[in-house]
């Protein structure tokens, strides 16, 4: 059996394993406890971003939690622990990448796009955080610019968790499902449909124009 399709799928497997066993209730049930110090928070939560790829939780519970307990002044570290988290699942896709041709058409979208710029783009649209990460791997895309486009694509999402998660007295399952007001996803997401529209067009004229040259 193909090694790297092996390693996936047991990945994949432990991730559906732990996503059933666990839930994110788990740690909201506890987030009073953990925001009451703010050591036992930061400590908590950066524990919380290295485990949270093999849950397959959102990355907003990250800012949420963050939020919680520290308050708006909070957003740069939700954002530091929500790039942290990333990286995890976007190395093992790297790793175990194969010359498919998913792989091909990754590295051809990555090279109209540039690679900062397609990242950010992906984390602005309303896609499963670890969908981006792998796709990210699987393109082969440099850890520097995947770091970046991340950071900068997942901010809207960081103060949006955060904000949600400083107004409220106590958190529930009910904030997590509310952080994200459906005008705020779509604004943000017509952000990241507007940043490939250039690069985009770009490619569709330089290909119209080799066609008009060539006849």
């Given at each position: 059996?193909?090694?790297?399709?092996?390693?996936?799928?047991?990945?994949?497997?432990?991730?559906?394993?732990?996503?059933?066993?666990?839930?994110?209730?788990?740690?909201?049930?506890?987030?009073?406890?953990?925001?009451?110090?703010?050591?036992?928070?930061?400590?908590?939560?950066?524990?919380?971003?290295?485990?949270?790829?093999?849950?397959?939780?959102?990355?907003?519970?990250?800012?949420?939690?963050?939020?919680?307990?520290?308050?708006?002044?909070?957003?740069?570290?939700?954002?530091?622990?929500?790039?942290?988290?990333?990286?995890?699942?976007?190395?093992?896709?790297?790793?175990?990448?194969?010359?498919?041709?998913?792989?091909?058409?990754?590295?051809?979208?990555?090279?109209?796009?540039?690679?900062?710029?397609?990242?950010?783009?992906?984390?602005?649209?309303?896609?499963?955080?670890?969908?981006?990460?792998?796709?990210?791997?699987?393109?082969?895309?440099?850890?520097?610019?995947?770091?970046?486009?991340?950071?900068?694509?997942?901010?809207?999402?960081?103060?949006?968790?955060?904000?949600?998660?400083?107004?409220?007295?106590?958190?529930?399952?009910?904030?997590?499902?509310?952080?994200?007001?459906?005008?705020?996803?779509?604004?943000?997401?017509?952000?990241?449909?507007?940043?490939?529209?250039?690069?985009?067009?770009?490619r569709y004229r330089s290909k119209t124009e080799a066609t008009t040259d060539a006849n």
């Open positions: 059996m193909n090694r790297p399709r092996l390693v996936a799928g047991l990945a994949l497997a432990v991730v559906v394993v732990a996503a059933f066993a666990v839930s994110p209730a788990t740690v909201i049930s506890h987030a009073t406890w953990v925001a009451a110090d703010p050591v036992r928070l930061v400590v908590a939560a950066s524990l919380l971003a290295l485990v949270r790829p093999l849950l397959a939780w959102p990355t907003t519970l990250l800012a949420l939690v963050v939020g919680y307990g520290l308050g708006p002044v909070g957003i740069p570290f939700a954002l530091a622990l929500i790039v942290l988290t990333s990286i995890p699942p976007f190395l093992f896709a790297r790793h175990y990448r194969e010359a498919t041709r998913l792989a091909e058409v990754g590295e051809q979208t990555v090279a109209i796009t540039g690679s900062v710029r397609g990242v950010t783009a992906s984390r602005l649209l309303p896609v499963p955080s670890d969908v981006v990460s792998v796709a990210a791997g699987v393109a082969n895309v440099r850890l520097g610019a995947f770091a970046l486009g991340t950071a900068i694509g997942e901010l809207p999402w960081a103060i949006a968790g955060v904000v949600a998660g400083a107004s409220v007295e106590t958190l529930t399952t009910e904030s997590l499902q509310a952080i994200v007001r459906p005008e705020f996803a779509v604004l943000v997401a017509l952000a990241g449909v507007a940043l490939l529209v250039p690069p985009v067009y770009r």
